[in-house]
Structure formats: structure tokens, C-alpha cells
């Protein structure tokens, strides 16, 4: 009897070693796909709580996303995180008198369907939550020379891929929007200076965000060249924000010409082998 | 869908949210200037002004033709109708003052005379304060502006250095203010308990009386550094303004502190800054900041009971600043 309960207990540690062999060479190869870029373009800027004028220049920015592959379903799902700090420095309009800086620092992730349409064509959609922060500065204005932005929201993203090889060149084309529905954002009343929020008033600074108060849609167009592991980007953006919280009106409007460098990378993980034969997916 | 077409309709509409506009000529220019104060300016019903009848009445002023400094003249004067001194309209050639608040009463003060006469010209300074025991053994605090900054080991070593006088005259005449966190600091050094310094409100739109509820702000004593729990005489002029007014306020309400010489300037207004299509700015009232009564010092704060006392000018041409005597006089011992 305890021969035959030996042997069953070897048999199924046998299987149980085998199931879990076939399950780590099935187990796919996600890579990173990393990207950083510079951002350059115009901006056009008006923060009513400055100043009631329209303020155009030029904005700069450096972001970085990376895409992989989800884990419970690589196949179908990837995640997009980003990062992304830019300065924008634009002149009162119609005077051009006066300078006014923006900062702001923003972070999203985002977790995406999709779907091979055709050969080379995939559609991607999902959603996505950003939390940014940032500032608004016109030196000028003594005692209320700058205004303070944070907010955090969720929202839809969608996209389209294109792959297609010219001559030995593999090119991507990726087109992705989104548009945040739903969230929360700092705005101070209509004419409350920081000093009263210094003074300890923080009653109504957060204010509940959804398109009718605080709009934003982002459209970004990538064409990625592929040079043995290097990939270049080059790209455009087009981002249009608006806010209204106790009529203090907020709005920006910037197009950017993207340039980056990109790479798909896999980390070395030690319950793999290297040489160890797997299937790869890529993000995209 | 009839629910998600509105909700999307709603959404795109959201990306138009309108920021009003005015052309950049003379008639554009007036008109964001006079919006801006009716929107934005906080004193228009406790100093029972008509801004409709004032703008209309400098609207007939102005010419589509006139020269900018003609016009800078014409707001100026708009402007000065508000009778406040926070009110400023910046250009590149010009800058509009409203001067009235002090400049039809005395000046009640000459810095050179009492450096000559009181302190000989031998003091102690440091950041934006100068001090020294008077020969009566009272001690002399000068702060000229709440622009300048003040130490916190400075203002240890000064107290310590004044600690065998029984009195201390702080001098905030001509002090036109500067900086509100510095009254917090320097009027923390003469509480023993916490006290509610006063309260602030703030316009919740752009009507007369669109005003949030007061929003009571409490300052408290300076435990970890050398703090003055004796007498205190406090000396205004009409020149003490904004932040320097805001401070005799609150001294005012501390027990063992009096108020001597002329009702200040006031400026209890917190300014705020806007601008012009033609690049001009304009700084005006925003915020009203009540005493620790529940009142508005816009227009000053009177010295306390039988302290109002101003400079003779006889005295003055022999050497005698009358209201520094009256405050020696208040603590010298006896």
C-alpha cells in the first residue's frame, strides 16, 4: 500500500513538473516598448484668473511613454504609461507686452483593447486616468501672480495602428485620442487670493470635473521607423484644454511636432532562460 | 441616445467656454477696464458708489482719436473716484495713484528729526527695523515697511536687548505696507494666548455683492522665540497703510497695547492685478479684510481714546516730535 501511494506520489509530482514546464514555455515574451521624446510647437493660452487676455507663444515639452503587452491576456490587452513636463512662454495678445509661463507636469496610464482589423490595421480602445499638475505665472501681477492647476480624471482613449513595410523599412503609424469624463480638479473661487487658502480657507478648492467644466482632448499622430533595434518617431499633437470653475476661465490650445527615439526591450528575468524558445508580443 | 447625443453635445460645447473681449482701441480699452473694477472690485457698496454712473460719466470723456496719455488721464481719474490707494493703472509712460488718503492731512512724521533728536544718530538696524533705548528708559522701534524682511534671531536679539524697559514704542508711521505674513510674524511676539487676528472674504462673482462668507484666521504666539508681554505704544500717521493698517488693527484689540497719533491710512482691501488689451495692468481692491471687531478699516483705524495727537510744527523746528513724547510719556516709568 505504501508502494502504491509512493508511486502515485511520484507520478503526480512527474505531471505536475511537466504541466508547469509546458505552462513556462507558453508563458509569452511582453517587451517594453519605451519611447522619450521632445515636444515643440505654439501655444495659445488664457488663465482669467491672471489676466481676461489671450496669450500666445511657443511650447516645450519632454515625455516619455512606455506600452506592453498585458499579462492576463497579452494577446489583446496592452498599457500605456506616460509622463510628460513642458513650458509654455506666451505674449499678451494684442499688446505683447507682458510674458506669461506655464509649467506643468502630467502622468497617465492607460489600459487598451485590440483589434486586428486587416492585415496592418489595428483598432485599439480602453481608458485612461492622468493626474497633472501645473502653474500659470504673470510676474506682473503683484499680489495674484500666479495660478495653481492639479487635477486628476478618467476618461476614454481609442486609436488606430498602421503597420506597413516601405522597401526594407518597417513603418507604424499609431493615431490615439482621448478625452477625460470624469474626475476631480483644483480651482479656488472667483476672486479668492491664495493668501485666504495660506490663511487656512480650503472649503471648495476641489471641484468635481466632467466636460461641461472641464474639457480636454488630446490627438496624437506617431509614425515610428524601425533601424534594426533603434526606432525613430516622429510625430504631431494637438491638445485642447478649457476649464470653467467660478467663471475663471482656463483654456489652452497647443500644437507640437513630437521627435523621439523608441526601443522594445525585455527585461532579463531570472526564472527564464535567455536562450529559452518563446513567443514574442509587442504592445502594438 | 437621446441622452448620450445632449451629453456629447454637452461636451463639445464645454471646449468653447467664452472669455469676454474687447478691441484694442480707446472705446475697447475703457470698456475692460471699467468691466474689470465692476466685476472684480470689492468696496463699491461699503463706500456707496454708483460705478454705472461713474463709467458713463467718463465714457463721455473719451475720443476715438485721443492721445494715450489723454486717455491714461481720463481712466486715472475714473480710478480715482474709488478713493483707494490699492488702485493703480500701470502703463509704460505712467503710473496713477490715488493720493488723497494721505496727502490732505499732515504728515505727522520726520524721520531725519528723530534720528537726530531722539536717537542721535546711533541705533541698531537690521532688515527693514531700527531700535534703541530712549533716555527715558522707554524702548524705540522704527519699522519703515512690511516689504522689509524681519529675522526671526534679529527680533529675539532685539527684545532681549530692550528687556530692562518697561515700555516699547513700535513707530509704523509712513509704513505703507508690504507684506501680510509679516504681520503674523511680528504681531505673534506680543500674544500670550492664540487670538482670531480678523477675518477675509473673497468675491464668488462678478456682482457688487457676490461675497463668501468671512473666513475668521487666527495668528498665534511665537512660544519658541523672546516674545514682549509688556507695554506697548503704537504710533500711526495717515501713511500707515495696507499691511502696516492691518497691523495697528490687530494690535489695537491686544490688551496693554494703545494707539497713539493720527487715524491711519488704511487700505484693508487685498489687491488683486489685471490687464488691458493695449498691455496696460490695473491693480485694484479684491478681498476685504475685517479687524478682530468684524469691521472694515478701509477707511483707517482711529488711535485709541485720547491718544489722537499730531506733530506741532513749532515743536518740530525744536527738535520735538510731539507724538513720540505723548507715547514716552505713556510708558516712561513714574
Given at each position: 500500500m505504501c508502494r502504491i501511494s509512493a508511486l502515485i506520489s511520484v507520478c503526480l509530482g512527474l505531471l505536475c513538473s511537466l504541466s508547469l514546464t509546458a505552462q513556462k514555455s507558453e508563458d509569452p515574451?511582453?517587451?517594453?516598448?519605451?519611447?522619450?521624446?521632445?515636444?515643440?510647437?505654439?501655444?495659445?493660452?488664457?488663465?482669467?484668473?491672471?489676466?481676461?487676455?489671450?496669450?500666445?507663444?511657443?511650447?516645450?515639452?519632454?515625455?516619455?511613454?512606455?506600452?506592453?503587452?498585458?499579462?492576463?491576456?497579452?494577446e489583446n490587452w496592452l498599457m500605456e504609461l506616460g509622463g510628460r513636463v513642458h513650458v509654455d512662454r506666451t505674449l499678451a495678445r494684442p499688446a505683447r507686452n507682458v510674458v506669461e509661463w506655464r509649467?506643468?507636469?502630467?502622468?497617465?496610464?492607460?489600459?487598451?483593447?485590440?483589434?486586428?482589423?486587416?492585415?496592418?490595421?489595428?483598432?485599439?480602445?480602453?481608458?485612461?486616468?492622468?493626474?497633472?499638475?501645473?502653474v500659470f505665472y504673470l510676474s506682473r501681477n503683484g499680489n495674484n501672480p500666479a495660478a495653481a492647476k492639479a487635477s486628476w480624471t478618467i476618461g476614454p482613449r481609442a486609436g488606430l495602428g498602421y503597420a506597413i513595410r516601405i522597401g526594407k523599412l518597417p513603418l507604424a503609424f499609431r493615431y490615439f485620442v482621448d478625452m477625460p469624463l470624469t474626475g476631480i480638479f483644483f480651482s479656488p473661487a472667483y476672486g479668492e487670493l491664495y493668501y485666504e487658502i495660506y490663511l487656512g480657507n480650503r472649503s471648495g478648492l476641489v471641484r468635481g470635473a466632467w466636460p461641461g467644466n472641464f474639457f480636454r482632448i488630446d490627438n496624437t499622430?506617431?509614425?515610428?521607423?524601425?533601424?534594426?533595434?533603434?526606432?525613430?518617431?516622429?510625430?504631431?499633437?494637438?491638445?485642447?484644454?478649457?476649464?470653467?470653475?467660478?467663471?475663471?476661465?482656463?483654456?489652452?490650445?497647443?500644437?507640437?511636432?513630437?521627435?523621439?527615439?523608441?526601443?522594445?526591450?525585455?527585461?532579463v528575468n531570472g526564472s527564464h532562460s535567455t536562450t529559452e524558445a518563446r513567443r514574442i508580443i509587442s504592445a502594438y | 441616445m437621446k441622452k448620450l447625443?445632449?451629453?456629447?453635445?454637452?461636451?463639445?460645447?464645454?471646449?468653447?467656454?467664452?472669455?469676454?473681449?474687447?478691441?484694442?482701441?480707446?472705446?475697447?480699452?475703457?470698456?475692460?477696464?471699467?468691466?474689470?473694477?465692476?466685476?472684480?472690485?470689492?468696496?463699491?457698496?461699503?463706500?456707496?458708489?454708483?460705478?454705472?454712473?461713474?463709467?458713463?460719466?467718463?465714457?463721455?470723456?473719451?475720443?476715438?482719436?485721443?492721445?494715450?496719455?489723454?486717455?491714461?488721464?481720463?481712466?486715472?481719474?475714473?480710478?480715482?473716484?474709488?478713493?483707494?490707494?490699492?488702485?493703480?493703472?500701470?502703463?509704460?509712460?505712467?503710473?496713477?495713484?490715488?493720493?488723497?488718503?494721505?496727502?490732505?492731512?499732515?504728515?505727522?512724521?520726520d524721520w531725519r528729526l528723530i534720528q537726530e533728536h531722539y536717537l542721535e544718530f546711533d541705533?541698531?538696524?537690521?532688515?527693514?527695523?531700527?531700535?534703541?533705548?530712549?533716555?527715558?528708559?522707554?524702548?524705540?522701534?522704527?519699522?519703515?515697511?512690511?516689504?522689509?524682511?524681519?529675522?526671526?534671531?534679529?527680533?529675539?536679539?532685539?527684545?532681549?536687548?530692550?528687556?530692562?524697559?518697561?515700555?516699547?514704542?513700535?513707530?509704523?508711521?509712513?509704513?505703507g505696507g508690504g507684506d501680510v505674513t509679516r504681520v503674523e510674524q511680528l504681531v505673534s511676539r506680543f500674544l500670550e494666548d492664540p487670538i482670531a487676528a480678523g477675518a477675509i472674504c473673497h468675491k464668488t462673482g462678478p456682482g457688487h455683492n457676490d461675497f463668501s462668507e468671512p473666513y475668521t484666521f487666527y495668528y498665534e504666539p511665537e512660544k519658541n522665540h523672546v516674545r514682549w508681554l509688556r507695554k506697548v505704544v503704537v504710533l500711526?500717521?495717515?501713511?500707515?497703510?495696507?499691511?502696516?493698517?492691518?497691523?495697528?488693527?490687530?494690535?489695537?484689540?491686544?490688551?496693554?497695547?494703545?494707539?497713539?497719533?493720527?487715524?491711519?491710512?488704511?487700505?484693508?482691501?487685498?489687491?488683486?492685478?489685471?490687464?488691458?488689451?493695449?498691455?496696460?495692468?490695473?491693480r485694484f481692491s479684491a478681498s476685504p479684510v475685517y479687524d478682530p471687531s468684524g469691521k472694515l478699516t478701509e477707511w483707517g483705524v482711529e488711535p485709541s481714546e485720547g491718544c489722537r495727537v499730531d506733530m506741532d510744527p513749532d515743536e518740530a523746528l525744536r527738535g520735538k516730535d510731539t507724538i513720540l513724547d505723548f507715547a514716552v510719556s505713556l510708558l516712561a516709568e513714574k
Open positions: 515574451v511582453r517587451p517594453i516598448y519605451s519611447a522619450y521624446m521632445v515636444e515643440a510647437g505654439s501655444s495659445h493660452v488664457a488663465e482669467t484668473y491672471l489676466s481676461p487676455l489671450h496669450y500666445d507663444g511657443w511650447t516645450v515639452g519632454l515625455s516619455h511613454r512606455r506600452a506592453q503587452a498585458m499579462r492576463f491576456d497579452p509649467l506643468a507636469l502630467e502622468l497617465d496610464w492607460a489600459m487598451m483593447h485590440k483589434w486586428l482589423l486587416t492585415k496592418g490595421l489595428t483598432l485599439y480602445a480602453g481608458g485612461f486616468t492622468r493626474a497633472d499638475a501645473g499622430i506617431t509614425a515610428d521607423m524601425r533601424f534594426n533595434s533603434t526606432i525613430l518617431r516622429v510625430g504631431y499633437a494637438s491638445r485642447v484644454f478649457s476649464s470653467k470653475a467660478s467663471d475663471i476661465v482656463t483654456r489652452v490650445v497647443s500644437h507640437s511636432f513630437i521627435f523621439g527615439v523608441a526601443q522594445e526591450w525585455q527585461a | 447625443i445632449s451629453f456629447a453635445l454637452l461636451a463639445i460645447m464645454g471646449a468653447c467656454h467664452g472669455i469676454p473681449s474687447w478691441d484694442n482701441d480707446i472705446e475697447g480699452n475703457f470698456n475692460a477696464l471699467w468691466t474689470i473694477l465692476d466685476q472684480h472690485y470689492c468696496f463699491f457698496d461699503y463706500k456707496g458708489l454708483d460705478w454705472d454712473a461713474i463709467g458713463k460719466e467718463y465714457r463721455a470723456q473719451i475720443k476715438p482719436d485721443m492721445e494715450a496719455s489723454e486717455f491714461f488721464d481720463v481712466c486715472s481719474s475714473m480710478l480715482d473716484r474709488l478713493e483707494d490707494g490699492h488702485v493703480n493703472l500701470s502703463s509704460p509712460f505712467a503710473v496713477s495713484y490715488y493720493r488723497k488718503w494721505w496727502s490732505d492731512y499732515p504728515q505727522n512724521f541705533y541698531t538696524t537690521g532688515g527693514g527695523l531700527s531700535y534703541k533705548v530712549l533716555p527715558q528708559n522707554v524702548g524705540y522701534v522704527r519699522y519703515d515697511s512690511f516689504a522689509s524682511s524681519m529675522g526671526a534671531s534679529f527680533l529675539d536679539a532685539m527684545f532681549l536687548n530692550l528687556k530692562e524697559c518697561p515700555g516699547l514704542i513700535i513707530d509704523v508711521r509712513n509704513n500711526t500717521n495717515r501713511s500707515t497703510f495696507s499691511a502696516a493698517n492691518q497691523f495697528v488693527a490687530i494690535m489695537k484689540s491686544l490688551p496693554r497695547v494703545t494707539i497713539v497719533g493720527d487715524r491711519t491710512g488704511g487700505g484693508d482691501g487685498m489687491p488683486f492685478s489685471s490687464s488691458l488689451p493695449c498691455g496696460w495692468s490695473v
